[in-house]
């Protein structure tokens, strides 16, 4: 999570360009989790212990999901980029990114993770940014 916070946090000038805001949202705040996630994320970070954010059916991984080699690939490439995973907490609710336009434009990415460590692509997002109308923005 936090090398994917990272990744997101530094497409922060072109969001600010396009008038775009960038959250996040949590599920727990175990010790100083949060605080400790804000030097990976920046933007705003919102607490949702009721999980109303995740829907009336969470995705979750059940345990066997730690066996998957696209999440040993993912926890290592991490921990070659230097961030740690988080082992606190139940930890088996699937995230997902979305890129949201303004009024009617609506959704223009949705990245559900598959697997632990499933994230979004850089280039997704830019181009899901570049796609928010302006125009409406403006009105």
Not at 61 to 78: D, K, P, T
Request: proline share 2%; aromatic share 12%; charged share 25%.
């Amino acid at each position: 999570l936090c090398q994917e916070a990272s990744d997101l946090s530094s497409l922060k000038p072109l969001l600010d360009e396009r008038g775009v805001a960038l959250f996040a949202v949590v599920k727990e705040n175990i010790a100083s989790e949060i605080h400790d996630f804000r030097a990976y994320f920046n933007g705003e970070i919102f607490l949702d212990q009721q999980r109303a954010f995740y829907g009336p059916q969470e995705r979750w991984m059940g345990v066997s999901g730690i066996l998957r080699a696209g999440v040993w690939m993912s926890g290592w490439r991490a921990y070659q980029s230097g961030f740690w995973g988080n082992v606190r907490g139940e930890g088996f609710v699937l995230g997902a990114l979305y890129v949201i336009g303004p009024g009617q434009q609506g959704v223009l990415l949705e990245h559900r993770e598959m697997e632990f460590g499933d994230k979004v692509k850089k280039s997704d997002v830019i181009q899901a940014v570049e796609q928010i109308n302006t125009d409406i923005k403006k009105a």
